[in-house]
Nanobody, 114 residues
Framework: VQLQASGGGLVQAGGSLRLSCKASGINFRINTMSWYRQAPGNQRELVATITSGHFTNYADSVKGRFAISRDNVRNTVYLQMNSLRSEDTAVYYC?????????WGQGTQVTVSS
């Protein structure tokens, strides 16, 4: 199983970014996919989740600003991030599970300048 995340970068506060995570080695369409983030000195935290049925869930801190989506043809999950704030600065990871094993992408850095 491989998860390849991309799309991070440096953006000014109020700006937008879209993260992508391409999966291989799994039956993507049946897997729940998630985005997590970890800021320096903090624990890794859940940002958003999307199920195989496209049900979504968000951390309170990103509700109304971030949107998770998936493309089952491209085996890719996306995180559209709008109205970015300095506190959104973190390394963002995609995550999934298969047969009880958790898999993480390599992380992509998002830096929001104020």
């Amino acid at each position: 199983v491989q998860l390849q995340a991309s799309g991070g970068g440096l953006v000014q506060a109020g700006g937008s970014l879209r993260l992508s995570c391409k999966a291989s080695g799994i039956n993507f369409r049946i897997n729940t996919m998630s985005w997590y983030r970890q800021a320096p000195g903090n624990q890794r935290e859940l940002v958003a989740t999307i199920t195989s049925g496209h049900f979504t869930n968000y951390a309170d801190s990103v509700k109304g600003r971030f949107a998770i989506s998936r493309d089952n043809v491209r085996n890719t999950v996306y995180l559209q991030m709008n109205s970015l704030r300095s506190e959104d600065t973190a390394v963002y990871y995609c995550r999934t599970e298969r047969m009880g094993i958790t898999y993480w992408g390599q992380g992509t850095q998002v830096t929001v300048s104020s």
